[in-house]
């Protein structure tokens, strides 16, 4: 399977904990985004990576967030001292031109 | 700043039926529309999109949506659904003088097929 991978699917944190995931893209596919995506919502953007430059993140993306793109193939996304505000699937999709390919989410629970 | 609005949060229809989702959208400046699609516990799949040319476009699974610009619409449709089906459909945009392509969605509708 060539899709985008997401890792892990599911994440039970303490608040305050921090937590990392990992988002494997279609190899070809030159940007790379993450949206969250809160319970009956639509996604919201966070921030976006062409190849391994970050070119654009959201005020969504509070100083606790922070996401990276080592060598332009794929990202991780850590937040810091994690809230219970910051339960939400956590998407990740990659692109070339107008294509986006969604992954299966990371679904993180704070307790 | 553009916005999305799905005017119907779900939608139950009998098997076989026709249905309409309806999307609305606000923007300054010209847009490319889209429709996802989104099964329990899974990611986003494309139906299908508009760039340009052709109002009515064609998607996967038998769906289609015609873009109106006067109306600010972009309605999906389907003549026949089936119990497959069932699933959060989601209507997005993303603004042409936007180098990222970055997706601006609605919040989602459910539809629910039943037998």
């Known amino acids: 399977d060539t899709g985008v991978s997401q890792d892990p699917r599911h994440k039970i944190t303490k608040r305050g904990q921090n937590v990392t995931f990992r988002c494997d893209p279609i190899?070809?596919?030159?940007?790379l985004y993450w949206y969250r995506q809160t319970l009956g919502q639509g996604p919201e953007f966070l921030t976006y990576f062409q190849n391994e430059a970050q070119l654009e993140k959201s005020r969504l993306l509070s100083d606790r967030f922070s996401a990276e793109r080592p060598k332009g193939s794929f990202s991780t996304l850590e937040i810091q001292r994690t809230e219970q505000g910051d339960s939400a699937m956590y998407l990740c999709?990659?692109?070339f031109g107008f294509g986006y390919t969604f992954g299966s989410g990371t679904r993180l629970t704070v307790v | 700043a553009q916005s999305v609005t799905q005017l119907d949060s779900q939608v139950p229809v009998f098997e076989e039926a026709p249905v309409e989702l309806r999307c609305n959208y606000s923007s300054s400046v010209s847009v490319y529309l889209f429709w996802y699609v989104q099964y329990p516990n899974q990611g986003l799949q494309l139906l299908l999109k508009y760039l340009s040319g052709s109002t009515l476009v064609k998607g996967i699974n038998g769906f289609e949506a015609e873009f109106n610009k006067s109306q600010t619409s972009f309605h999906l449709r389907k003549p026949s659904v089936h119990i497959s089906d069932t699933a959060e459909y989601f209507c997005a945009v993303s603004e042409r003088n936007n180098a990222g392509n970055m997706l601006t969605f609605g919040g989602g509708t459910r539809l629910m097929v039943k037998p």
């Open positions: 999709a990659s692109s």
């Open positions: 190899s070809e596919h030159n940007r």
